[in-house]
């Protein structure tokens, strides 16, 4: 995490801004080990492999990734302070759910696997036709493709996901321009910022559409740009998703959010979006694109 990073963030349990900073290692301008820690609440945010991970309840994330805390322990936390916290937090869990890191990390293999799949190359595409972005945020970024080529002619990125292991892999590639955040979309560490761009790439079949698209609408400034994209498989994985978006109820409601929908978006897109299992099968989707300006 880069220090300069943490003007934009607020305390996720209580929205309190500014937080501080309890560096315990650190490479250059970037934090490797440390909390990120809330003067209201007090809450710590623990900084591990230099991943900031904003979550209000920390054993809450980890009982769902037990595993995840395990390599946390064991692997990744290089200081006695971040490996007590850990601890304390694992000895909290008294149950047992199914280890979501484990499917985490299988996502994040068929992400790496299918990164020339030519939606990408389609969705850069649409990008360049934005004007220069000087903030930018992307919800669900994954291994960071779209997040790191939009720093490329943008001031400041940020990519949020709630997968450690794909924010791991993503900052593999990161610039200096960018910042990855362990954190959810809904309950975010933003508080009121303005983005000039939001990007939501097929994340509206995994979260609740209508409360993901109020929290994008609200981040997006005036004249600013919404892009989204979805396939609208609303059975793949767990049931996230209780009230399911069309592709035409999806541009009507970005029109009563104030957007106007840009760039040839207006009527519904297949882009074939092609996600490789293994080395035998192929998962092959059509993905909707919609571009929006926000006009009010």
Same mark, same amino acid.
Do not use: M
């Given at each position: 995490m880069?220090?300069?990073s943490?003007?934009?963030?607020?305390c996720?349990?209580?929205n309190?801004k500014?937080?501080?900073?309890?560096?315990?290692?650190?490479e250059?301008?970037?934090?490797?080990?440390g909390?990120i820690?809330?003067k209201k609440c007090?809450?710590?945010?623990p900084?591990i492999?230099k991943?900031?991970i904003?979550w209000?309840?920390?054993?809450?994330y980890?009982i769902?990734?037990?595993?995840?805390?395990?390599?946390?322990?064991t692997?990744?936390?290089?200081?006695?302070?971040?490996?007590?916290f850990?601890?304390?937090?694992?000895n909290?869990?008294?149950k047992?759910?199914?280890?979501?890191?484990?499917?985490e990390?299988?996502?994040?293999?068929?992400?790496e696997?299918?990164k020339?799949?030519?939606?990408?190359?389609?969705l850069?595409?649409?990008?360049?036709?934005l004007?220069?972005?000087?903030?930018?945020i992307e919800?669900?970024?994954?291994?960071?493709?779209?997040?790191n080529?939009?720093?490329?002619?943008s001031e400041i990125?940020f990519?949020?996901d709630?997968?450690f292991?794909?924010?791991?892999?993503?900052?593999k590639n990161q610039?200096?321009k960018?910042?990855?955040?362990?954190t959810?979309?809904?309950?975010?560490?933003?508080g009121s910022?303005?983005?000039?761009?939001?990007i939501?790439?097929?994340?509206?079949d995994?979260?609740?559409?209508?409360?993901?698209l &109020?929290v @994008?609408s609200?981040?997006t400034?005036? /004249?600013?740009?919404?892009v =989204?994209?979805d396939p609208?498989d609303?059975?793949? %994985?767990a049931?996230?998703v209780r009230?399911?978006?069309?592709?035409?109820?999806?541009?009507?409601?970005?029109?009563?959010?104030?957007f106007?929908i840009r760039?040839?978006?207006?009527?519904? &897109?297949f @882009?074939?979006?092609?996600l490789?299992? /293994?080395?035998?099968?192929k =998962?092959e989707y059509?993905?909707?694109?919609v571009? %929006?300006k926000?006009?009010?």
């Open positions: 880069f220090e300069s943490l003007e934009y963030l607020h996720v349990n209580c309190n500014p937080l501080k900073l309890d560096v315990l290692k650190k250059g301008s970037e934090i490797v080990e909390f820690v809330c007090l809450i710590k945010y900084i492999k991943v900031p904003l209000s309840d920390f054993t809450s980890l769902t990734r037990p595993s995840l805390g395990g390599l946390f322990l692997r990744y936390a290089e200081t006695q302070e971040v490996r007590s850990i601890k304390k937090s694992l909290k869990i008294n047992h759910v199914e280890d979501r890191y484990k499917i990390k299988r996502w994040v293999e068929i992400y696997n299918s020339n799949s030519s939606f990408y190359s389609f850069k595409s649409y990008l360049q036709k004007p220069k972005q000087k903030l930018v919800h669900g970024c994954s291994i960071g493709l779209i997040t080529y939009v720093s490329k002619f990125v990519g949020i709630t997968s292991s794909a924010i791991l892999t993503a900052k610039g200096k960018t910042e990855y955040l362990v959810d979309s809904i309950f975010h560490p933003f910022q303005l983005f000039d761009l939001v939501g790439l097929n994340i509206l995994i979260i609740e559409p209508r409360d993901l &109020s @994008l609200y981040q400034k005036k /004249n600013g740009f919404l =989204l994209s609208y609303y059975k793949r %994985g049931p996230f009230k399911p978006i069309t592709e035409t109820n999806l541009r009507n409601h970005l029109r009563s959010l104030g106007g760039f040839g978006t207006q009527k519904p &897109s @882009l074939k979006w092609s490789n299992l /293994n080395r035998r099968a =998962l059509k993905s909707d694109v571009i %929006g926000k006009l009010r």
